[in-house]
C-alpha cells in the first residue's frame, strides 16, 4: 500500500502539479474569478437575505393629536423597525399612499382616543397592513403589537386599564399567501437569467463553431445579423413568459388584477434586457466554460439585490442604491404592484421607465460590441 501510494505522490506527480500551480498563477482571470466574485456573493448574500425586518414605511393618521396618541407613536417608532414616511389628514389618503407603494404600514388613530383611555374605555386603532408581502406584513403586525402591549402595561408592570386594541386589515392578500410575493418577485430573475443563459449560449455556440466567418460571407449588414439573432429569442422567451404566468395562476393562484397590458410590457422589456445581458457577456468570452465563469460573477448579485426574496427596505442603506441599477428589482416592483394590487401606468410608470432605460442601454451595448466584432 506503501509502495503504491509513493508512486503516485512520486517526484513526477509534484512535478506536474507544481506546472499546473504555475499556469493557473499565470492565469489571472481564473485567480480574479477564485477571489472576487465569492468575496462579493457572501457580503451580498449576508446583507441582501437578511431576514430581520427594518426601516418599514409608517404612515400615521393621529386624529386624536393628543398626548397620549403621541405616546404610541412614539412607542412605535422607538426602534429601526418602523420609519415614519408621513402624516396623513385622512384614511383615504392614507390609503392611496398604501396603494401606491409609498408606505407598508398605516395606523389611524381615532379622534376620541385620549377620552376613552380617559373614561377607563378600551380604545381600537386600526393598523393598515400592504400583505403583498404576507411574511413581511405579519412580522410587523408582531411588533406593532409588542408596542402597544407595552404601551398597556402600567408603571409597576400591571395592565394599564384601559387597554389600546388593534384591528388589523390585510390589504390586497386578506389570505397571508406567502407564495404570491415570492412567486411575483423571482418572475424577473427566471426572466432575464434563463434570457442571458440562452442568448449567450447561441451567440457563443457561433464562436466555437467558426460560423461567424459564414456570415460575414452573407450580403446580410452586421446590424441585420444581430437583429436576426435576437428576434427569435425574443419569441422564445416571449412565450416562456406565458408560460410562467399560468404556472403562476393554476399552481399558486396568483391572482392578475391589473392591465394585461401593462405586465406584458414590462415582461418584454425584461425579456430583452435578458436577451442584451447574455449578447454583452458572449461578446466577452471566448467559449463556454467563460460565459458560464462570467455568468457566475454576474448573475448572483442581480438576484439578491433584486427584492425578490428579501424587501429592499430591509437591506442595508448603503445597498439600497445598487438596486435602482437592477432591472429584477424594477420589475418585481412592477409585477406585484400590476397582478396583486392592479396599479396602473400612474403608479408604476418610474420602474417601467427605468427598466426600459435598463433593457435600451443592454439592448444598445451588447448590439454595438456584435457588430464591432463581425466588422
Not at 41 to 59: M, Y
Not at 226 to 254: D, E, Q, R, S
Amino acid at each position: 500500500m506503501r509502495r503504491a501510494w509513493s508512486r503516485l505522490f512520486g517526484g513526477r506527480f509534484w512535478t506536474l502539479a507544481l506546472k499546473e500551480l504555475r499556469q493557473i498563477r499565470r492565469d489571472r482571470r481564473l485567480t480574479l474569478s477564485l477571489i472576487v466574485p465569492p468575496t462579493l456573493q457572501i457580503l451580498l448574500f449576508g446583507f441582501a437575505l437578511d431576514s430581520d425586518v427594518r426601516n418599514l414605511r409608517l404612515g400615521i393618521v393621529d386624529e386624536s393629536r393628543t398626548t397620549e396618541s403621541r405616546q404610541l407613536i412614539s412607542a412605535l417608532t422607538e426602534n429601526d423597525t418602523f420609519k415614519v414616511a408621513g402624516f396623513y389628514t385622512t384614511s383615504a389618503v392614507l390609503g392611496e399612499a398604501l396603494a401606491d407603494g409609498r408606505l407598508e404600514i398605516g395606523v389611524v388613530v381615532p379622534y376620541d382616543f385620549a377620552k376613552l383611555r380617559a373614561r377607563g374605555r378600551p380604545v381600537t386603532v386600526q393598523v393598515l397592513l400592504n400583505a403583498a408581502n404576507a411574511n413581511t406584513a405579519q412580522i410587523a403586525q408582531g411588533y406593532i403589537e409588542g408596542a402597544v402591549a407595552w404601551l398597556n402595561r402600567g408603571v409597576d408592570g400591571a395592565p394599564a386599564v384601559p387597554p389600546v386594541e388593534l384591528r388589523a386589515a390585510y390589504l390586497y392578500n386578506p389570505g397571508l399567501v406567502n407564495a404570491w410575493f415570492i412567486v411575483t418577485g423571482v418572475f424577473g430573475t427566471l426572466i432575464i437569467l434563463n434570457g442571458s443563459l440562452v442568448s449567450a449560449a447561441t451567440m457563443i455556440r457561433e464562436k466555437e463553431r467558426g460560423t461567424v466567418e459564414q456570415l460575414l460571407m452573407t450580403p446580410a449588414s452586421a446590424l441585420e445579423i444581430v437583429a436576426a439573432k435576437m428576434v427569435p429569442l425574443f419569441i422564445l422567451l416571449m412565450a416562456m413568459v406565458g408560460l410562467v404566468l399560468t404556472v403562476a395562476g393554476l399552481v399558486f393562484h396568483v391572482p392578475f388584477r391589473g392591465s394585461a397590458g401593462l405586465a406584458l410590457a414590462a415582461c418584454a422589456c425584461c425579456v430583452l434586457t435578458g436577451i442584451g445581458l447574455g449578447t454583452f457577456v458572449s461578446t466577452l468570452a471566448r467559449s463556454a466554460n467563460q460565459t458560464q465563469l462570467i455568468g457566475f460573477f454576474v448573475n448572483p448579485p442581480l438576484a439578491m439585490l433584486s427584492g425578490g426574496l428579501t424587501p429592499i427596505e430591509a437591506m442595508p442603506k448603503w445597498v439600497q442604491p445598487l438596486t435602482l441599477l437592477n432591472p429584477i428589482a424594477h420589475f418585481a416592483t412592477i409585477a406585484r404592484s400590476v397582478l396583486i394590487k392592479g396599479a396602473g401606468l400612474d403608479v408604476v410608470y418610474p420602474n417601467l421607465l427605468a427598466l426600459i432605460a435598463l433593457a435600451s442601454l443592454f439592448v444598445g451595448v451588447s448590439a454595438w460590441r456584435f457588430r464591432r466584432q463581425l466588422s
